[in-house]
């Protein structure tokens, strides 16, 4: 044989090698993977400093429905007898509230497949939380070693680290337009998903309105959340609906709100081809979330409920019960604080171990 059909030839094995490779390859990437997909691959063409760019492609994962149905059973905790709670959700109930009904979500979904291991701050403050209180490289090693605590804890749910970066802080000052909100520049959102790509990590936007609103804020923040990795956070807190400044009074948050930003975000969703978003909702008074039966799931949105309450570990399973648990939505989060959890008897927090003994299991973890 001459040498140029031997060349030719060794050029077809190697197609019909490399087409063998791509084959198996895509089989094992339909495999549900959850979220890594999109965090490890294509994000480099994402220009970091501006968030401009054209956005990766996706490729979402097959969802795996009957997995999806058996951690969410799970999750409910029914079959646990232990528990430190009492209340509407105990097993003894005629009607139970959990799992919630609600739609499959879209492919690529990161709940309940991982559990959300989140450091929450802002990168101008060292008293807002733990993510702008320490250096960057001490801040993600306590991050990385707070997520092995809980993967330890809970071996068959991996965790999925977040920054949840306070990108629209409320002031009490009036700021130029009296709205009572001071906006992140750029260059900081920037900071934080530098930070976040380091760890395979996700970011969830923290929105305080103040006296302005969310159609007026997250608008602002579009060219963030059209990023497959970027999902969103609000405080009701500090909404101020009274026009009283905030931090005087506790703000709140209604149904109409709520389904605002889950249509907003459902529809990034759609028109960008992206998995699911995230949507945290924190939450330690009745008031500071009303019409909750009104609220809307959706297959592009994953709501989370998240017991935003510091104190006593009884304190802050009781807050979890009465404005968590009884009140269900679709998922269910627990924040610690490392300081203002430690201001009252016994002085401690509470560990992985015992709030995954609650009933529903909190998949979504915050640390402040």
Not at 265 to 273: D, G
């Amino acid at each position: 044989m001459s040498s140029s059909k031997t060349k030719k030839l060794k050029i077809k094995l190697g197609f019909w090698a490399l087409g063998l490779v791509l084959l198996v390859g895509g089989y094992i990437s339909a495999q549900y993977i959850f979220a890594d997909e999109y965090l490890n691959s294509g994000l480099a063409s994402v220009n970091l400093a501006g968030a401009t760019s054209t956005i990766p492609t996706y490729y979402p994962p097959k969802l795996d429905t009957v997995d999806y149905d058996r951690r969410m059973v799970n999750l409910a905790n029914y079959g646990s007898t232990s528990s430190p709670q009492v209340g509407s959700t105990t097993a003894s109930t005629t009607k139970r509230l959990w799992p919630v009904s609600a739609p499959y979500p879209r492919e690529g979904a990161i709940l309940p497949f991982k559990r959300i291991v989140a450091y929450y701050g802002n990168l101008y403050s060292k008293q807002m939380g733990v993510l702008g209180e320490y250096p960057e490289d001490i801040m993600l090693a306590k991050l990385k070693a707070e997520a092995t605590k809980w993967e330890t804890a809970d071996p068959n749910t991996p965790v999925q680290m977040a920054l949840q970066y306070i990108v629209t802080t409320a002031q009490l000052s009036g700021g130029e337009d009296g709205k009572h909100r001071f906006r992140m520049p750029a260059k900081e959102i920037d900071k934080v998903l530098a930070m976040a790509k380091k760890i395979n990590g996700i970011v969830i936007l923290d929105v305080q309105v103040g006296l302005s609103d969310l159609p007026n804020e997250l608008p602002l923040l579009e060219k963030y959340l059209k990023l497959p990795q970027v999902h969103l956070a609000v405080d009701p807190e500090f909404s101020m609906k009274t026009g009283a400044r905030p931090g005087t009074v506790i703000g709140s948050f209604n149904a109409n709100d709520i389904n605002y930003a889950t249509d907003y975000l459902a529809k990034l969703v759609q028109a960008n081809n992206l998995p699911p978003k995230i949507f945290v909702i924190h939450r330690f008074t009745g008031p500071m979330v009303t019409g909750y039966k009104q609220i809307k799931t959706r297959p592009e949105v994953q709501v989370v409920m998240d017991m935003d309450g510091w104190g006593s570990p009884a304190h802050k399973i009781a807050t979890y019960n009465n404005f968590i648990v009884s009140q269900p939505v679709q998922f269910t989060g627990f924040k610690l604080f490392y300081k203002n959890d430690l201001k009252l008897g016994p002085k401690r927090m509470l560990t992985p171990a015992e709030i995954l003994k609650l009933r529903p299991r909190p998949i979504y973890i915050q640390y402040q």
